[in-house]
């Protein structure tokens, strides 16, 4: 014969007050790196979710390294008058045209902070607990997985050519990060010349003025060997090259310095960041 149900015993006064402390006591708040990343990330999905309103932008842009490869490089493997290091010259113009499409998209991405500036959303955004480093590299991440979307569409190119690109998973994610970390860099380096010139219609023409000095003076195009002296020394401290270098090195199987390319991309991205977060304050008066 079953008993009666005991009783729930009641609360002592110290399991009373701790759970009272629960209710007026805030959970901890994330510290330090934590909350860095956190606000990293949200600002990052924040830039993303414009490409859910307007995917123009992406579809525009992939235009001209479809043109880079069906023209130039279609062209340039028969004439064969570059050196291509014994692969088709088209499978040597592929990593070159991805790094290029990517640092197009990041170049003018100051434009949209000084539009954020005219807008009043910049100096909403500055007012928050969210770090300048943080609002930067949000942006600069962001810019990072548009160029990846065009890298995709550029990848999808190369292969309708028959370009000879690796499908190793761990090659492939070495080249979004190399992707991500080259874009990175430009991206703030273009907020890093908005907080300098302060008007979109500056930056646009500087913009328009580095771009394809900066392109033509890598290995994009030909290897740095055929290069005249001075364009080399040039080369050498463009981090377009070693984006370049570590996509060829990952994407085809070619001899790279990957450790260098990585070291240089990571360097240049955390400069970037340095430089574009201390001009912020100076872009929003």
């Not at 493997?77 to 088709?88: D, L």
């Not at 990593?95 to 998209?105: C, E, K, N, R």
């Not at 994610?173 to 430009?186: E, T, W």
Request: charged content about 15%; proline content about 6%.
């Amino acid at each position: 014969m079953s008993g009666a149900p005991a009783a729930p015993r009641p609360a002592s006064a110290e399991e009373s007050l701790g759970r009272l402390d629960l209710l007026l006591v805030p959970p901890r708040a994330r510290t330090g790196w934590r909350v860095l990343a956190a606000r990293v990330v949200a600002m990052c999905m924040v830039e993303l979710q414009k490409l859910r309103h307007d995917r123009t932008e992406l579809y525009t842009r992939a235009v001209q390294p479809a043109l880079w490869l069906l023209i130039f490089g279609e062209t340039f493997t028969r004439i064969k008058a570059i050196p291509s290091g014994g692969v088709p010259y088209i499978d040597f113009l592929a990593p070159g045209i991805i790094a290029q499409s990517a640092m197009f998209i990041a170049i003018f991405y100051g434009i949209q902070i000084i539009w954020e500036r005219d807008a009043g959303i910049l100096t909403k955004l500055l007012v928050t607990p969210t770090p300048r480093a943080a609002l930067i590299s949000g942006k600069a991440f962001a810019s990072g997985v548009k160029a990846l979307i065009q890298a995709v569409v550029v990848i999808v190119i190369a292969t309708a050519l028959g370009v000879g690109l690796t499908w190793n998973p761990l090659r492939l994610l070495g080249v979004a990060v190399v992707v991500v970390l080259g874009s990175a860099f430009f991206s703030c380096l273009s907020m890093t010349i908005a907080g300098i010139v302060l008007t979109r219609d500056r930056l646009m023409g500087i913009g328009q003025a580095i771009t394809m000095p900066l392109f033509f003076a890598s290995n994009a195009l030909y290897p740095v060997a055929i290069m005249p002296g001075w364009l080399q020394v040039i080369s050498k401290i463009n981090p377009l090259s070693y984006q370049v270098d570590a996509l060829r090195g990952l994407l085809l199987g070619t001899p790279s310095h990957l450790l260098l390319d990585f070291g240089v991309l990571l360097l240049a991205a955390a400069l970037g960041i340095a430089a574009a977060s201390s001009l912020l304050g100076r872009l929003a008066r």
